[in-house]
């Protein structure tokens, strides 16, 4: 089978963000499981091969956003495909597969999170064009494709509620599982990073974005620190994204005079964050809002005891006991860190479940073939069909 994936970034090595890893993850398990697979994408790199059956293809424009070269040539080449699998929701460049959909084409849509009801929700303006966005342009481009992928069935039914006519599919994220990096890397991480080898250290790694609850973790942090003085928040993440809410976050921690106790360690890349991972005594993941986070899944994956908050969705995984779930406060956030951090036994349990449960669930092989028996058209039964 054919299939073009279009998304809005991918640079392997470097991926700034859960979608463009998944982009990535996926076609390169569909690859070897012998589709022939192209991810388009905007980029001032040449086109890269991947093996015999993987290329990813660049195109001039702005990313994260569109790029009219490479909506023109897909108008142009689409036929090459038997399948056009977006990742784009809210970008002009599903305006542009959409209307390949209306032509005849075979399109599928993944919403990854983007239409959860509390991002659309009140009477700001960055909602407000959102809500517009999805009622004039989004629910066309979605009614018009042969089916809509949401990560969990949460979000199935938000797309449901919505209005959504075309087929839904719950369709998660999957993970590449990968070595554990040597406790050697995790030793270096520390070093870069002025952490005492036996200090705890609380790991984020994401976007620093408003909706990544960042702000309810440094409070968090104070609290923690107040019973572990030695504890330490990593954040890993890029500082510009969001300038006002790093400047929030900077004047909140000079506040709580937790200079001390917390450390921007900035982007990091694939590597640099197996060493992260390796360094961590607890990654904390305290979003508002998501499809299926990544940095969860690969925090499960290499082992790590990992607290969400209700916001990650990832309730089978917290009812299977592979995660820890803590309310989106400061105090539940506290008590549940510090119970693993002062429990070795119990966080090493939970990380070992995290591994089992990641490997048994999120295979993206598992997932490449349930993605072909979907584009093939073949009938699924229930819990996955959520609305015809």
Known sequence: MTICHVVYECFPGRFAGGVQK??????????????EVE?????????????????????????????????RTLAAEHSRFAV???????????????????????????????????LLSGLNIKALKKRLYVAALERRNYDSAQAVFGLTAIECAQLAAMGTRTTIFEVNNGIAIQPSARPVAGVGFRLR???????????????ITHKKGLHTLVDAMDAIRRQLSDAVLVICGGRDQDRAYVSALDAQIGRL?????????????????????????????PSYSEGMPMAVLEAMSFGVPTVVTPGCYMDRAVE?????????????????????????????????????????????????????DIYAGKPEPAPYRVRV
């Open 39 to 71: 991810i388009w994408t905007i980029g001032k790199k040449a086109s890269l091969a991947y093996g015999p059956r993987l290329t990813i293809r660049y195109f001039p424009g702005r990313v994260r956003w569109s790029s009219a070269d490479l909506r």
């Open 257 to 285: 005079k937790l200079e001390k106790h917390i450390r921007w360690a900035g982007f990091v890349n694939e590597e640099e964050k197996r060493s992260a991972f390796a360094a961590c005594s607890v990654f904390a993941h």
């Open 84 to 118: 056009i699998h977006s990742h784009n929701t809210f970008l002009p460049l599903n305006l542009g597969v959409g209307a390949l959909a209306r032509m005849g084409a075979r399109v599928f849509f993944h919403a990854h999170g983007a239409l959860d009801p509390l």
């Open 320 to 372: 299977a006991g592979a995660l820890m779930l803590a309310q989106q406060s400061p105090a539940s956030l506290t008590e549940t860190i510090t119970g693993l951090l002062g429990d070795r036994r119990l966080a090493g349990r939970l990380g070992a479940r995290a591994k089992e449960y990641v490997g048994g669930h999120h295979s993206w092989q598992t997932i490449a073939s349930r993605l072909a």
């Open 193 to 207: 990073n002025r952490i005492k080898p036996d200090q705890p250290v609380v790991l984020f790694v994401g976007r």
């Open 22 to 35: 998944m982009v990535w993850e996926v076609a390169t398990a569909q690859a070897a499981r012998g589709d």
